[in-house]
């Protein structure tokens, strides 16, 4: 047996295990077990043992899961690898409460996920950090990282916090956050005073997709270490080849019949001899070539660590490809993002009761001018236009392009005091400056047809009217203190914590945000925990200047959440959690359907049709059931269950519609508590099985239930006989909801391929039975298509977000790892 001593900054003195437990006579003598294994690796795996049963994103501080007084989930590196992750999106999929309306990007913005029923343009409201420091796109609060922009290679453990947390970490902290931590350097030495190490990974597969990732380590025998990691993904996509596409929204569409100019108008457009409509290219632009490097620099207390990535990608499916050339290969359809951060951290230990952290960073996020694409029925090119029948000269594509660069300084300084062998206190303060370019067409940014520069803010032809501007840049300041104070009580079996926070920020004023959590091992094989927070979501300038949905008049919206948690360990490999939330939401942000209150005029473009506006007080509530059990040391599995719905009863009646969209039925609803876009249920379960020290087997199901569409999605409603502007497409029979899916996953790994320590293949199988689906529309699917025979004849029809995203089929992809 061995034991600790308690180590308040939690440097990891991994030489006192070599020292003395590896390699003292005490373990040859006695034939310690340990003693003839790779002393390395034990003790690699001691401390990797150690570390999984602590957290540091609840509580900016280590301590124990079942302590942290917060709902957490932890994902490790050994789970990263034996899945097969290669995203945080594929993560995700398996994690309780996390929704995807599209797996992968679609849009300028990153993929649709939902948690606990909340979701944005963009996901604003999910906290993603890298080792603490923010990642979300500083202009528009945009989720970053969750694709193929990013690498997991050099991952040690995702900590996943559901519930509000910005009672210490401020504003997008609203649904929950999640904090990647990478390894450590030193960590990866624990025998050798210097020495290299790298783990180099090469995939192929569907789509002719290739992917490149490696980590590599260098220690010195002065103790300085140096990491570095990084990713090169690159794919032309399947281009929506063979996806689900039950409405034709993107195939077998046409060019429309006229289309406006800047130069003359409206004016008929090129058709083929005959007089017939020239149709558009089938599928969508998904390919995409992604960079990204990731290094870290330790010397005792002083860490310096920098990013650095660039994403190009084709826009997908996020809009309908018969008012977009979204696939046509001479026209643009991208989005190219770029962004780096770096910062330098110190932690001093003033005595072993008080201790410090300090960081300071700065990071860029920006939209690059190539982001933009060509409509079918406005700017267009057409070669041979005329008018009363007089030839005029031809007309160019003009595209709509995207500029705008974000940059962020600040500090952070938190301190820690353990008053008493029971009580601990923290404090800290954080302050930020913000310099936002504007990327929406009221505050400039966007141009037509003329490429933006990147050095500067002038736009020199402004989207739509071609003239000179210049994009509106704006400055913003935050300061923020909080507090936590955590109180042990009856020994350790209890503890209180309770914290607050206050923001001031130049754009929305102050802001005051609270913490409570109540955490108890009242018996040997049961804790609790009871937790209460608040948070708050400023409106981001997308939301307030976007030209189609834009509203300056928006409130910050507000959150509080009260949840119960439940772990039961009845056998030593056997535990059950349950657990229980209910969030009240104030001046909720959401688009939703133009009231017609005279505030906002709908335009002729369909501006205003629908846009974001503040909600009356939402209350969500969920549950879930999580079971985890290694029933042997080779053969593990897990199981949840969630469900997560309205409190308030906004769907009454059931209606049925038969093929030609036409009412059947009205039933009464006695559930009725779905919320928007949401799949209310949704189970996961995996089996995790090592046979014979070779073959690593994983495979992972995804049961996914309906989700209700929203009343904009005309697509999945009855049709509507009110809409009398062109005869639309629907669901073969409409009822408001799309119906769910499962998917099953596989991954094969191979250990010590050819008995070569550190050579791994890995076949991923997804989507084992290559089951064709589509996620919901993001936010209000309002595109209504025309029905085939009046497609080409509406210049601009109805909306312009897809009422479903398609979603790949069946993809096998072979990797292939080796570490040394």
Same mark, same amino acid.
């Given at each position: 047996?061995?034991?600790?001593?308690?180590?308040?900054?939690? #440097?990891?003195?991994?030489?006192? +295990?070599?020292?003395?437990?590896?390699?003292?006579?005490?373990?040859?003598?006695?034939?310690?077990?340990?003693?003839?294994?790779?002393? %390395?690796?034990?003790?690699?795996?001691?401390?990797?043992?150690?570390?999984?049963?602590?957290?540091?994103?609840?509580?900016?501080?280590?301590?124990?899961? /079942?302590?942290?007084?917060?709902?957490?989930?932890?994902?490790?590196?050994? /789970?990263?690898?034996?899945?097969?992750?290669?995203?945080?999106?594929?993560?995700?999929?398996?994690?309780?409460?996390?929704?995807?309306?599209?797996?992968?990007?679609?849009?300028?913005?990153? /993929?649709?996920?939902?948690?606990?029923?909340?979701?944005? #343009?963009?996901?604003?409201?999910?906290?993603?950090?890298?080792?603490?420091?923010?990642?979300?796109?500083?202009?528009?609060?945009?989720?970053?990282?969750?694709? +193929?922009?990013?690498?997991?290679?050099? #991952?040690?453990?995702?900590?996943?916090?559901?519930? =509000?947390?910005?009672?210490?970490?401020?504003?997008?902290?609203?649904?929950?956050?999640?904090?990647?931590?990478?390894?450590?350097?030193?960590?990866? +030495?624990?025998?050798?005073?210097?020495? +290299?190490?790298?783990?180099?990974?090469?995939?192929?597969?569907?789509?002719?997709?290739?992917?490149?990732?490696?980590?590599?380590?260098?220690? $010195?025998?002065?103790?300085?270490?140096?990491? &570095?990691?990084?990713?090169?993904?690159?794919?032309?996509?399947?281009?929506?080849?063979?996806?689900?596409?039950?409405?034709?929204?993107?195939?077998?569409?046409?060019? =429309?019949?006229?289309?406006?100019?800047?130069?003359?108008?409206?004016? *008929?457009?090129?058709?083929?001899?005959?007089?017939?409509?020239?149709?558009?290219?089938?599928?969508?632009?998904?390919?995409?070539?992604?960079?990204? &490097?990731?290094?870290?620099?330790?010397?005792?207390?002083?860490?310096?660590?920098?990013?650095?990535?660039?994403?190009?990608?084709?826009?997908?499916?996020?809009?309908?490809?018969?008012?977009?050339?979204?696939?046509?290969?001479?026209?643009?359809?991208?989005?190219?993002?770029?962004?780096?951060?770096?910062?330098?951290?110190?932690?001093?230990?003033?005595?072993?009761?008080?201790?410090?952290?300090?960081?300071?960073?700065?990071?860029?996020?920006?939209?690059?001018?190539?982001?933009?694409?060509?409509?079918?029925?406005?700017?267009?090119?057409?070669?041979?236009?005329?008018?009363?029948?007089?030839?005029?000269?031809?007309?160019?594509?003009?595209?709509?392009?995207?500029?705008?660069?974000?940059?962020?300084?600040?500090? %952070?300084?938190?301190?820690?005091?353990?008053?008493?062998?029971?009580?601990?206190?923290?404090?800290? $303060?954080?302050?930020?400056?913000? /310099?936002?370019?504007?990327?929406?067409?009221?505050?400039?940014?966007?141009?037509?047809?003329?490429? %933006?520069?990147?050095?500067?803010?002038?736009?020199?032809?402004?989207?739509?009217?071609?003239?000179?501007?210049?994009?509106?840049?704006?400055?913003?300041?935050?300061?923020?203190?909080?507090?936590?104070?955590?109180?042990?009580?009856?020994?350790?079996?209890?503890?209180?914590?309770?914290?607050?926070?206050?923001?001031?920020?130049?754009? $929305?004023?102050?802001?005051?945000?609270?913490?409570?959590?109540? #955490?108890?091992?009242?018996?040997?094989?049961?804790?609790?925990?009871?937790?209460?927070?608040?948070?708050?979501?400023?409106?981001?300038? $997308?939301?307030?200047?976007?030209?189609?949905?834009?509203?300056?008049?928006?409130?910050?919206?507000?959150?509080?959440?009260?949840?119960?948690?439940?772990?039961?360990?009845?056998?030593?490999?056997?535990?059950?959690?349950?657990?229980?939330?209910?969030?009240?939401?104030?001046?909720?942000?959401?688009?939703?359907?133009?009231?017609?209150?005279?505030?906002?005029?709908?335009?002729?473009?369909?501006?205003?049709?629908?846009?974001?506006?503040?909600?009356?007080?939402?209350? &969500?509530?969920?549950?879930?059931?999580?079971?985890?059990?290694?029933?042997?040391?080779?053969?593990?599995?897990?199981?949840?269950?969630?469900?997560?719905?309205?409190?308030?009863?906004?769907?009454?009646?059931?209606?049925? *519609?038969?093929?030609?969209?036409? &009412?059947?039925?009205?039933?009464?609803?006695?559930?009725?508590?779905?919320?928007?876009?949401?799949?209310?249920?949704?189970?996961?379960?995996?089996?995790?099985?090592?046979?014979?020290?070779?073959?690593?087997?994983?495979?992972?199901?995804?049961?996914?239930?309906?989700?209700?569409?929203?009343?904009?999605?005309?697509?999945?409603?009855?049709?509507?006989?009110?809409?009398?502007?062109?005869?639309?497409?629907?669901?073969?029979?409409?009822?408001?909801?799309?119906?769910?899916?499962?998917?099953?996953?596989?991954?094969?790994?191979?250990?010590?391929?050819?008995?070569?320590?550190?050579?791994?293949?890995?076949?991923?199988?997804?989507?084992?039975?290559?089951?064709?689906?589509?996620?919901?529309?993001? %936010?209000?699917?309002?595109?209504?298509?025309?029905?085939?025979?009046?497609?080409?004849?509406?210049?601009?029809?109805?909306?312009?977000?897809?009422?479903?995203?398609?979603? =790949?089929?069946?993809?096998?992809?072979?990797?292939?790892?080796?570490?040394?």
């Amino acid at each position: 047996a061995f034991s600790i001593i308690s180590n308040p900054t939690k #440097v990891e003195i991994r030489e006192n +295990f070599y020292d003395n437990l590896l390699s003292l006579n005490i373990g040859k003598e006695n034939e310690f077990p340990i003693s003839s294994e790779d002393k %390395q690796e034990k003790s690699k795996e001691i401390f990797s043992l150690l570390a999984r049963d602590e957290v540091i994103t609840a509580s900016r501080k280590a301590q124990k899961i /079942t302590e942290a007084p917060s709902k957490i989930f932890v994902i490790n590196s050994d /789970t990263i690898k034996d899945r097969g992750y290669r995203t945080l999106t594929e993560a995700l999929q398996d994690v309780p409460f996390f929704d995807f309306n599209s797996f992968y990007d679609s849009g300028e913005y990153p /993929t649709d996920f939902l948690l606990r029923g909340i979701s944005d #343009v963009g996901q604003t409201q999910v906290l993603i950090m890298e080792d603490g420091i923010i990642q979300n796109d500083i202009g528009n609060g945009w989720s970053r990282h969750v694709q +193929f922009d990013y690498t997991l290679i050099d #991952v040690e453990r995702i900590e996943i916090i559901l519930g =509000p947390g910005s009672a210490l970490y401020g504003s997008n902290a609203y649904a929950g956050l999640i904090n990647i931590i990478t390894k450590k350097a030193s960590n990866e +030495f624990t025998e050798k005073k210097s020495g +290299f190490k790298t783990d180099t990974r090469i995939s192929y597969g569907y789509a002719d997709t290739k992917m490149g990732e490696t980590f590599s380590s260098y220690k $010195f025998e002065n103790g300085l270490t140096f990491q &570095i990691a990084g990713r090169y993904y690159s794919t032309p996509g399947d281009r929506g080849k063979n996806r689900h596409d039950p409405g034709n929204y993107f195939n077998n569409n046409y060019e =429309p019949d006229y289309v406006t100019t800047t130069e003359y108008g409206k004016i *008929a457009n090129d058709k083929y001899p005959g007089n017939i409509s020239k149709p558009l290219v089938n599928g969508y632009n998904n390919s995409a070539k992604n960079a990204f &490097i990731r290094g870290k620099a330790t010397y005792e207390n002083f860490t310096f660590g920098f990013n650095y990535w660039e994403l190009r990608e084709g826009l997908s499916n996020y809009v309908p490809s018969y008012e977009y050339f979204s696939n046509t290969p001479d026209k643009p359809f991208y989005k190219d993002h770029r962004g780096h951060y770096s910062y330098i951290s110190y932690n001093f230990n003033f005595n072993n009761k008080i201790s410090s952290v300090t960081k300071l960073y700065t990071r860029e996020t920006a939209i690059l001018p190539d982001t933009g694409f060509v409509y079918t029925y406005r700017y267009q090119g057409v070669d041979f236009p005329s008018s009363n029948g007089v030839p005029l000269s031809p007309v160019i594509d003009k595209a709509k392009q995207y500029n705008g660069k974000s940059n962020l300084s600040g500090i %952070q300084q938190q301190l820690n005091f353990k008053l008493t062998n029971s009580n601990e206190l923290l404090t800290g $303060f954080q302050l930020d400056r913000s /310099t936002i370019q504007s990327i929406s067409d009221s505050g400039g940014g966007v141009s037509l047809g003329r490429r %933006q520069s990147t050095d500067s803010n002038i736009v020199l032809s402004r989207w739509n009217d071609e003239t000179t501007t210049n994009a509106q840049v704006y400055y913003t300041t935050l300061a923020a203190f909080y507090l936590q104070d955590e109180q042990k009580l009856f020994g350790d079996k209890y503890s209180l914590t309770v914290g607050v926070r206050r923001d001031q920020d130049s754009n $929305f004023g102050k802001v005051w945000t609270t913490r409570a959590g109540f #955490v108890g091992n009242p018996f040997d094989k049961i804790n609790f925990k009871l937790l209460y927070g608040t948070a708050f979501k400023a409106p981001t300038l $997308f939301q307030l200047y976007d030209e189609f949905r834009g509203n300056r008049f928006l409130k910050p919206q507000r959150i509080q959440t009260s949840e119960a948690e439940v772990s039961f360990t009845p056998l030593k490999k056997l535990k059950i959690n349950t657990g229980y939330f209910f969030s009240m939401l104030t001046n909720l942000i959401a688009e939703a359907p133009n009231p017609n209150d005279g505030r906002f005029i709908v335009g002729s473009a369909g501006q205003y049709a629908s846009y974001f506006q503040n909600f009356k007080p939402t209350h &969500i509530y969920g549950y879930s059931l999580q079971v985890d059990y290694s029933l042997l040391n080779e053969l593990s599995l897990y199981a949840n269950y969630t469900f997560t719905g309205d409190r308030d009863s906004k769907t009454p009646f059931i209606i049925q *519609a038969d093929t030609n969209g036409m &009412i059947t039925s009205i039933e009464e609803n006695k559930d009725g508590h779905e919320i928007d876009n949401i799949a209310a249920k949704k189970f996961n379960i995996g089996v995790n099985y090592l046979l014979k020290n070779k073959l690593n087997i994983n495979l992972r199901m995804n049961w996914v239930g309906k989700r209700k569409a929203p009343s904009s999605n005309y697509y999945y409603q009855p049709y509507d006989y009110g809409f009398t502007t062109y005869p639309y497409v629907t669901e073969g029979k409409p009822d408001g909801y799309l119906s769910g899916y499962t998917l099953l996953n596989l991954v094969l790994t191979w250990k010590r391929l050819f008995d070569i320590a550190g050579l791994e293949p890995q076949l991923l199988v997804l989507n084992i039975f290559d089951r064709k689906y589509v996620g919901m529309g993001r %936010q209000s699917g309002n595109a209504v298509r025309p029905i085939d025979s009046h497609q080409p004849y509406i210049q601009n029809p109805s909306g312009f977000v897809s009422p479903y995203h398609p979603q =790949p089929g069946r993809q096998i992809f072979l990797q292939i790892s080796y570490r040394y």
